[in-house]
């Protein structure tokens, strides 16, 4: 029997991604979401894609820092309720398969062994919170927000938010982003925490360019080492709710309340 192939990286124009942006440029990988059109809202699509160049850019030895990014004017606006209204709305079996490729595509980066970094280029709701929380580092640029509004449209921010912003800004704060659905702008979200800089939109990518090179700097499988104990209770909330997320949230697929909510916001769009 022959032996499985190792790992390889493939060079990014091999990989056919239609939904993302993936470059390649040592020691820095740039994942961009590509949906400009719908404020790089997720489809299960771009969801695959995203887990693909994660796994991809850990088998790159080349590649010592990873960054986020979105095009256009939003970073990301988490699910796209369009798709979600045409197929997922009273479909608990394939919102279960779409979460789980959410699921994955957290897993992929979280696990990257690599450093990550969230260039927060525009607005940030929902699941795109959850994507740059996911990061180690985050820089938001002035005129940007973050929001969750998920009990206003008929879904629970349980894919990231509920675990992680009660670490990361405290519970009082974490609840007050999740049930007031307010918008918290960028030199609050970096005040709570929430991000590590806000800075004004000229001045963007130097900042990403200075984290990136002092990341980039570090020893790499120190660092992979120092990031997995970093995780710990990110790891552990995740873990011990994300499966349970998953079924509950496919099964309110099939509630009146959340239907609802959905349909009023796609006719108000």
């Known amino acids: 029997m022959s032996q499985p192939a190792r790992p390889q990286p493939e060079s990014p124009d091999r990989l056919g991604f239609e939904q993302i942006v993936y470059e390649k440029s040592p020691p820095r990988a740039t994942i961009t979401l590509n949906r400009p059109e719908v404020l790089n809202a997720f489809d299960f699509q771009m969801l695959r894609e995203i887990a693909r160049a994660a796994e991809d850019a850990s088998w790159d030895d080349e590649i010592r820092v990873v960054v986020i990014t979105g095009a256009g004017r939003a ?7 369009k798709s979600w209204g045409r197929e997922l709305v009273g479909n608990s079996r394939e919102y279960w398969k779409w979460f789980g490729a959410f699921k994955d595509m957290h897993d992929r980066l979280r696990e990257i062994g690599k450093p990550t970094l969230a260039r927060i280029n525009g607005i940030c709701v929902g699941g795109g919170n959850e994507l740059q929380m996911a990061c180690d580092l985050a820089v938001m640029v002035e005129g940007a927000v973050i929001r969750h509004v998920g009990l206003e449209h008929g879904s629970v921010p349980a894919g990231g938010a509920t675990q992680w912003l009660p670490i990361m800004v405290g519970d009082r704060r974490a609840r007050e982003i999740i049930m007031l659905c307010d918008e918290i ?77 959905i349909r009023r916001f796609l006719e108000r769009k």
């Not at 970073?75 to 309720?81: I, N, P, Q």
């Not at 873990?239 to 496919?250: F, G, M, S, V």
């Open 75 to 81: 970073f990301c606006v988490g699910a796209d309720l």
């Open 185 to 261: 702008p960028a030199r609050q979200a970096a005040e709570w925490g929430l991000v590590n800089r806000a800075v004004p939109s000229e001045e963007l990518d130097a900042a990403i360019d200075e984290y990136a090179e002092k990341l980039a700097s570090k020893l790499p499988e120190t660092t992979r080492y120092a990031k997995q104990q970093l995780n710990f209770w990110r790891d552990l909330a995740w873990h011990e709710t994300i499966n349970h997320a998953r079924d509950w949230l496919a099964l309110s697929m099939l509630n009146e309340e959340s239907q609802d909510a």
